[in-house]
């Protein structure tokens, strides 16, 4: 499944880097929210699914959060207009890293140890490798232009 997901997310980058060349960041993400929530309404619809009782702290929630996703997906592609996708990618090994640390330390965990601290070491190196190459005199925007 993790696989997948990373094969499916290499394509959504280079789809998304053509798509952002033409388009508002911002409109291609509500869009594609758009597009989404009305897929699992759809599906829930069909599943004959019921929400249960909804309360305002709840749906203040359900607003805040998929305003911040919004927010960070916007982040996301904002890069993709100028820069190659095979180099933006690579940042994305950083979600799972503030992903763990940011629930760390609000559900006070020991996140401290040394598992954690050698995958954030590992995930370093290798963003330091990937821009030590372009400073070594290799452009791999001018190199891979199309990137597809």
Same mark, same amino acid.
């Not at 959504?12 to 989404?36: E, K, P």
């Not at 020991?110 to 601290?117: A, G, S």
């Given at each position: 499944?993790?696989?997948?997901?990373?094969?499916?997310?290499?394509?959504?980058?280079?789809?998304?880097?053509?798509?952002?060349?033409?388009?508002? =960041?911002?409109?291609?993400?509500?869009?594609?929210?758009?597009?989404?929530?009305?897929?699992?309404?759809?599906?829930?619809?069909?599943?004959?699914?019921?929400? +249960? !009782?909804?309360?305002?702290?709840?749906?203040?929630?359900?607003? =805040?959060?998929?305003?911040?996703?919004?927010?960070?997906?916007?982040?996301?592609?904002? +890069?993709?207009?100028?820069?190659?996708?095979?180099?933006?990618?690579?940042?994305?090994?950083?979600? +799972?890293?503030?992903?763990?640390?940011?629930?760390?330390?609000?559900?006070?965990?020991?996140?401290?140890?040394?598992?954690?601290?050698?995958?954030?070491?590992?995930? !370093?190196?290798?963003?330091?490798?990937?821009?030590?190459?372009?400073?070594?005199?290799?452009?791999?925007?001018?190199?891979?232009?199309?990137?597809?």
């Amino acid at each position: 499944m993790m696989l997948m997901a990373a094969i499916f997310q290499t394509i959504a980058y280079f789809l998304a880097r053509r798509a952002v060349r033409r388009f508002s =960041a911002i409109w291609l993400v509500g869009l594609s929210h758009l597009l989404g929530g009305l897929l699992l309404a759809a599906y829930s619809l069909v599943r004959s699914a019921v929400i +249960p !009782a909804v309360c305002t702290k709840g749906a203040v929630l359900l607003l =805040a959060l998929a305003l911040i996703s919004s927010a960070a997906y916007v982040l996301s592609l904002l +890069p993709l207009k100028y820069f190659a996708a095979s180099e933006v990618s690579v940042y994305n090994l950083l979600i +799972p890293v503030f992903g763990g640390l940011m629930s760390g330390l609000s559900l006070k965990e020991d996140i401290f140890n040394l598992c954690y601290l050698s995958a954030l070491a590992l995930i !370093a190196i290798g963003i330091y490798l990937v821009n030590r190459q372009q400073k070594k005199g290799i452009n791999h925007a001018k190199a891979n232009s199309s990137d597809w």
